[in-house]
């Protein structure tokens, strides 16, 4: 009976902790930003892969 006890502490001091870390979480502002992980594959950032990149000598000597 005294393991059941030990166990239902532990398993709320757990679920505590959890709480805790969800409020630090959101007060940080964590989840203010729901929009743009979803659509940042759809924006161009200008770089090319290795395989598309003009050789070397192709380039403009200033």
Do not use: C, H, N
């Not at 940080?28 to 770089?47: H, K, N, S």
Request: glycine share 4%; hydrophobic share 50%.
């Amino acid at each position: 009976m005294k393991v059941i006890f030990l166990l239902i502490l532990a398993s709320l001091v757990v679920a505590a902790g959890f709480l805790y870390a969800f409020i630090w979480a959101v007060r940080d502002g964590q989840f203010e930003d729901d929009y743009t992980p979803a659509v940042r594959i759809l924006f161009d950032d200008g770089t090319l892969p290795k395989a598309e990149q003009p050789p070397p000598e192709a380039e403009s000597k200033e």
